[in-house]
């Protein structure tokens, strides 16, 4: 099963709540770079192997534990199948540790690959509740496509699709805790906050421009004070002809959005030069 990556086309944090998450208001967005996750029933228990050798292969695996709370959910009725247990594997292509979200994308693949194997045993509204007690992403990784969310980021409204744009992605040499970001984040100092209404009429408008002028990310503020070459690949993109630029997520990786596919790849030619990680890729649609 192909699962996509994702980039974060705005994300505002707009408070903290008394129980310690921060509410949000993002608009995610699917594209074409895939992890592979093959899962396979077995008599019983849970393997898994990641061809990614910073990549868990136990209980501290979101997919592991995707497949863990499909098995206690599936448990609560009857289970008329002899093999009660599953082996995961997992082909990584999408960067680890980049805010690109190819953890969740894995949980939520496996979360989809085991309901498929055992006839749908869960519905629709159990398998979101599994991957909303997994993380925000999870859940947004089942609908895909266009999403706005809100609260604290399970709260999804479907968006026009705004598949076939050109990316080019930049994942420098550093790894960023999403924890740390978040405790980092000074909400009295938020930097340039997005305007979501507008870039959701673009994307309805699929005014390109428009809304790659309009991203924005209010998670740079923190991650850019520790890793300012962020900022620094943000000014390359636009210099090789990005309409815009932001960082995806609570960072590292860079995109920038291309107005056609030959200033994309010239874009992608001259940044290989400088980093390793460089990609060229589409936005996608849902399903």
Known sequence: MLMPAKINLSIDVLNKRPDGYHSVEMIMQAIDLYDIVSVEKQKSGITLKCSHNDVPEDQRNIAWKAAEHFFIEASRKPWPYTDKGVSINI??????????????????????????????????????????????????????????????????????????????????????STKWVYQNFDLNQPGERPDTDTLVNAIIQRDIPKLALGMRNVLESATIKRHPEISIIMEKMMEYGALGSRMSGSGPTVFGIYPDEKTAKIALSKLLKEYTQVFHNKTISRG
Do not use: H, M, W
């Open 91 to 176: 082909e990584k292509k999408i960067p680890v540790l980049a805010g690109l979200g190819g953890g969740s994308t894995d949980a939520a693949g496996v979360l989809i690959a085991l309901n498929r194997l055992f006839n749908n045993c869960l519905d629709e509204r159990q398998i979101f509740e599994i991957a909303k007690g997994l993380g925000a992403d999870v859940a947004f990784f089942l609908k895909g496509g266009t999403q706005k969310s809100e609260g604290i980021g399970y709260e999804l409204t479907s968006l026009p699709d705004f598949d076939g744009i050109n990316l080019v992605l930049v994942k420098p040499d550093i790894s960023v």
